[in-house]
């Protein structure tokens, strides 16, 4: 069973499909909680943060191709953080 704050992101997120129109969250993805280690993470002495994405159905090219445009335009960085 989801605990209820799990379960209101489950169902009240909704996720855009590429023929239009949206699903909730909990229809293409696992919600749960999860325990993770605790841990400060550095790359040459600054804070970093890594993103894990799991591709299924895709080219990791075509992927990483397109999460670069999309972040290259849509996305922007406080001053000081930059993208590698």
């Not at 209101?8 to 129109?21: E, F, K, N, T, Y």
């Not at 999460?67 to 930059?82: E, L, S, W």
């Amino acid at each position: 069973m989801i605990p209820p704050p799990l379960q209101a992101i489950a169902s009240d997120i909704l996720v855009p499909m590429p023929a239009g129109g949206a699903v909730p969250l909990g229809e293409v993805a696992d919600v749960k909680p999860a325990r993770e280690p605790s841990s400060i993470r550095t790359e040459n002495g600054q804070l970093a943060t890594y993103i894990y994405v799991d591709i299924r159905d895709r080219d990791l090219g075509g992927y990483v191709a397109d999460a670069q445009h999309a972040v290259q335009t849509d996305v922007a960085f406080p001053q000081g953080t930059y993208v590698v």
